[in-house]
T-cell receptor
Framework: EAEVAQSPRYKITEKSQAVAFWCDPI?????LYWYRQILGQGPELLVQ????????DSQLPKDRFSAERLKGVDSTLKIQPAELGDSAMYLC??????????????FGPGTRLLVL | QKEVEQNSGPLSVPEGAIASLNCTYS??????FFWYRQYSGKSPELIMS????GDKEDGRFTAQLNKASQYVSLLIRDSQPSDSATYLC???????????FGSGTRLLVRP
């Protein structure tokens, strides 16, 4: 069964350092999402790509976060500099897109970030 | 006002009982509704999706949607200890295809 791949699975860093997360969506999925999930809360969308274009990055803290999907396949999310409040699970999801109401998102295993 | 509301729980039920999880949403234009299960430290896993008013059954799971009242629920029959997890309700705001998640309800199934 096809899955969304993410790496690393865990990352510990010190504040002010740079971190990067990688995501490879399910083959053929045109839409890719990055979410942040703080402990005890639901996932919150950071950025959504349709192929290589950003569709929604309204919740992305652009002063420190950046995301790219250069060839419309895999994607990288970067944080520079990391802050203590960035400690969270970073989830990547993909869907066939653009679809109708039955469009379904499938999540990768996530990257758990701890900023010290 | 949060767009998707869930009771955080924990909801504790004995093994074999029916667990009922509820979710309300604020956007009347929402048309797509999803239930995800999330074990501690893991990523969300899709359980059910529902798009029309009424019930949708899949094995031990039944999703119920009432658009007039703006709520969606998930029933788990014959609950098992392995069902113990956090259940996330997600609603698609169709103007943007964006999913809005609730904070989740933690379910504990007692052996």
């Amino acid at each position: 069964e096809a899955e969304v791949a993410q790496s690393p699975r865990y990352k510990i860093t010190e504040k002010s350092q740079a971190v990067a997360f990688w995501c490879d969506p399910i083959s053929g999925h045109a839409t890719l999402y990055w979410y942040r999930q703080i402990l005890g809360q639901g996932p919150e969308l950071l950025v959504q790509f349709q192929d290589e274009s950003v569709v929604d990055d309204s919740q992305l803290p652009k002063d420190r976060f950046s995301a790219e999907r250069l060839k419309g396949v895999d994607s990288t999310l970067k944080i520079q500099p990391a802050e203590l409040g960035d400690s969270a699970m970073y989830l990547c999801a993909s869907s066939l897109g653009p679809g109708g109401i039955q469009e379904t998102q499938y999540f990768g295993p996530g990257t758990r970030l701890l900023v010290l | 006002q949060k767009e998707v509301e869930q009771n955080s729980g924990p909801l504790s039920v004995p093994e074999g009982a029916i667990a009922s999880l509820n979710c309300t949403y604020s956007d009347r234009g929402s048309q797509s509704f999803f239930w995800y299960r999330q074990y501690s430290g893991k990523s969300p896993e899709l359980i059910m999706s529902i798009y029309s008013n009424g019930d949708k059954e899949d094995g031990r799971f039944t999703a119920q949607l009432n658009k007039a009242s703006q709520y969606v629920s998930l029933l788990i029959r014959d609950s098992q200890p392995s069902d113990s997890a956090t259940y996330l309700c997600a609603v698609r705001v169709d103007s943007s295809y964006k999913l809005i998640f609730g904070s989740g309800t933690r379910l504990l199934v007692r052996p």
